[in-house]
């Protein structure tokens, strides 16, 4: 029997910690591996992680699995950022760690600078550092083009020189060559992939993550202009619009591999109770509401996107299982519950799995169980 149903894999705390497999990671995806080697059940996976091309993303889990994933069943915190075209021939700041400037251009950004070639043209701006101060107000390339957006990838290195350059482009209109007569509200366009607070990495304790560097620009940015930082898009989970990429993406694989009929039920795994389990909970609810044709008229992904043929998704529901793994488990005293600003307040039970379970082994498990597959 065809299965009705896909699956949608967290990788950081589900399958690997930092570079290290989990343990009942090869044994555990056998159970999803056909006669032909490949993938018998629709699979996608979901990583809040930026700093990678999908390629390189798809060799990696090709490695920890042992046998091959496909660049198209990888998405990328930055993924559905693609989706939003108007945005592309925009000049942009980008900021993150690895190919950014590849992972831009992959996405259809035309117009790029990054944070050290801004720093390059306005050396006095980079001033915390008291060796590498420089007097120069710039810019120093007299056609240095004004910044009309900030497109984060994920968290820089550093932080400090971003945070006060980024709080500069938002105050000066992307020009920072001097400050306004009146500080420009609302300010350049702002979109931001990867709300993760912590994450987890072969350290025994959660790190922080791009959601705390999100934080702490929203906070400075509040805190100088008294006014609040505004997101032209937040994508990567918990996002309504990753998931709504997701559910496309899982529908192309199962036509890759032989099923050619809807994918009804959507189970995502992961290990992080304010991303991945609120995210699945936040478009199980989104699927209700499509069956209503007054919501459709009026669709958040419509107006998000500035598309009108936004089709419905086709899943009908989307169902959350946590592993104990990585970030959250069930009887921890760690259990931080941080969403992202934008997604406040949260409903009750938005950050209550519909499955709590060890490991992956279990989850796929428990999966085939409730959908009497084999």
Not at 42 to 69: H, I, M, Y
Not at 157 to 167: A, F, N, R, Y
Not at 279 to 307: F, H, Q, R
């Amino acid at each position: 029997m065809k299965p009705k149903f896909g699956l949608l894999f967290d990788i950081d705390g589900v399958i690997v910690r930092g570079k290290n497999v989990l343990p009942p990671i090869p044994e555990a995806f056998k159970q999803l591996q056909g006669k032909d080697g490949k993938f018998r059940v629709p699979t996608v996976f979901v990583t809040n992680s930026g700093n990678a091309l999908r390629s390189q993303k798809a060799a990696d889990l090709s490695k920890w699995l042992g046998f091959e994933v496909k660049e198209s069943q990888v998405i990328m915190a930055h993924s559905p950022l693609k989706l939003f075209q108007n945005f592309h021939n925009k000049q942009v700041l980008i900021s993150g760690q690895g190919p950014i400037k590849e992972i831009a251009r992959e996405l259809g950004f035309h117009k790029i600078t990054t944070i050290q070639e801004l720093v390059k043209n306005f050396p006095s701006l980079d001033y915390v550092n008291m060796e590498k101060r420089n007097s120069v107000c710039g810019p120093v390339d007299p056609n240095f083009p004004a910044i009309e957006g900030i497109v984060l990838f994920s968290e820089p290195i550093s932080w400090e020189t971003p945070l006060q350059l980024m709080v500069d482009l938002l105050m000066s209109n992307g020009m920072p060559a001097g400050l306004p007569d009146e500080i420009p509200y609302p300010h350049i366009p702002v979109l931001a992939c990867n709300m993760d607070l912590l994450w987890v990495s072969e350290a025994p304790i959660p790190r922080y993550g791009h959601g705390a560097f999100l934080l702490c620009l929203e906070s400075l940015y509040k805190k100088i202009t008294g006014k609040d930082l505004m997101y032209s898009a937040l994508v990567g989970k918990p996002s309504e619009v990753t998931y709504y990429h997701a559910n496309y993406m899982l529908c192309e694989h199962a036509k890759s591999i032989g099923i050619n009929h809807n994918v009804d039920t959507i189970y995502a795994i992961g290990d992080n109770i304010n991303t991945d389990i609120f995210g699945a909970n936040l478009y199980d609810k989104y699927l209700s509401y499509c069956t209503k044709e007054e919501v459709l008229k009026s669709d958040k992904l419509k107006k998000l996107l500035s598309k009108s043929d936004i089709k419905p998704p086709s899943a009908k529901a989307c169902i959350s299982i946590l592993v104990e793994t990585g970030v959250h488990k069930r009887d921890s005293n760690f259990i931080v519950e941080h969403n992202p600003r934008d997604f406040l307040p949260v409903e009750e039970g938005l950050c209550k799995p519909a499955f709590v379970v060890e490991h992956v082994g279990e989850a796929i498990k428990l999966v085939f169980k409730e959908e009497k597959f084999d």
